[in-house]
């Protein structure tokens, strides 16, 4: 069974501080894994996947995520958080299905 | 171009009343998937379309959820006899392409309140 764990509630983080939200995976096979936020009383967007291939992926709004097999992760970081950052983030991962897999999400606070 | 499109926006209903949530997805994709979001939680699978077809349902609830894509374009979440633990939010998201790498495009979301 494929399944994703956020073990942050929630990570708060000085603008202008590098950020990182923490994402494990476990699952059959080759794992496909993304990135999605939300803003309030808003759908999720999508940020960033990893497929394949290079295992720092660069994503949207300057966040990128590098995988790691070994460690089964898939963390989500950028250089540089924005106040604008602050959200709600979830990993997801798919197997060798089409059904894509969240975790229970990290609320992101980026401070001024 | 236009995205992911679910009415009502919200919805309040009485338990024991039916419901029925509308997604319009992004025109041309195959793939349209039904999601069930709890306060405080991440989304929860609740069945996916490749064109027509409902290729899996597994996620539903109980058989008092029902959903259908007749046309292989729009799609409706029906919930028979609305039960408290319904309320959520119904998120909708689609896809263009079947297969593991197509990032989904979610609209934002019908949110059920029953009471």
């Known amino acids: 069974a494929q399944s994703v764990a956020q073990p942050e509630d929630q990570v708060n983080v000085a603008e202008g501080n590098p950020l990182t939200v923490k994402c494990t995976y476990s699952v059959s096979g080759n794992p496909y894994l993304f990135w999605y936020v939300q803003y309030p009383n808003r759908g999720l967007q999508f940020l960033l996947k990893y497929i394949t291939g290079d295992n720092l992926v660069k994503g949207s709004y300057g966040f990128e995520a590098e995988f790691n097999k070994s460690q089964t992760s898939f963390h989500l970081k950028k250089p540089s958080a924005l106040v604008s950052d602050s959200a709600l983030y979830f990993c997801?991962?798919?197997?060798?299905?089409?059904?894509?897999?969240f975790g229970t999400g990290t609320r992101l606070q980026v401070f001024p | 171009g236009a995205g992911v499109s679910q009415s009502p926006r919200y919805k309040v209903a009485k338990r024991g009343q039916d419901v029925a949530l509308r997604c319009d997805p992004i025109s041309g994709h195959v793939s349209l998937f039904w999601y069930q979001q709890a306060l405080g939680q991440g989304p929860e699978f609740l069945t996916y379309f490749q064109n027509e077809a409902q290729l899996d349902k597994s996620g539903l609830p109980s058989d008092r959820f029902f959903a259908e894509r007749p046309e292989g374009s729009v799609s409706t979440l029906k919930i028979q006899r609305t039960q408290q633990e319904d309320s959520a939010v119904y998120l909708c998201a689609s896809s263009t392409l079947t297969g593991v790498v197509s990032p989904l495009h979610f609209g934002n979301g019908t949110r059920l309140t029953v009471t």
């Open positions: 997801a991962v798919r197997g060798n299905t089409d059904k894509l897999i």
